[in-house]
Nanobody, 115 residues
Framework: QVQLVESGGGLVQSGGSLRLSCVAS????????MRWYRQAPGKERERVAAITSVGNDAYYHDSVEGRFTVSRDNLKNTLYLQMDNLKPEDTAVYYC????????WGQGTQVTVSS
């Protein structure tokens, strides 16, 4: 079955960096576009970044453009999100996502940015 397992979240000061990872299994990772979403308390889940199956193109939400970088290692079935110059408004639970027959989600990893 499809599994997505995120890691790498934590508490960081404003201006700091974190690198999230998502290990995928149960589907053809190398043939699937992947996405990162986040959800802050009291807010709707929003798409943060996306990457094509071969990693040759990416999308970023306006609020993270220039600070976040999405990448993937298809040999390791792993999706990454490098987050630099973090801001308190980046505080959220971050989720890995793939859309196959339906949307699949990981359990999420908490990112907290203190001011």
């Amino acid at each position: 079955q499809v599994q997505l397992v995120e890691s790498g979240g934590g508490l960081v000061q404003s201006g700091g960096s974190l690198r999230l990872s998502c290990v995928a299994s149960g589907f053809a990772f190398s043939r699937s576009a992947m996405r990162w979403y986040r959800q802050a308390p009291g807010k709707e889940r929003e798409r943060v970044a996306a990457i094509t199956s071969v990693g040759n193109d990416a999308y970023y939400h306006d609020s993270v453009e220039g600070r976040f970088t999405v990448s993937r290692d298809n040999l390791k079935n792993t999706l990454y999100l490098q987050m630099d110059n973090l801001k308190p408004e980046d505080t959220a639970v971050y989720y890995c996502n793939v859309n196959l027959d339906r949307n699949y989600w990981g359990q999420g990893t908490q990112v907290t940015v203190s001011s």
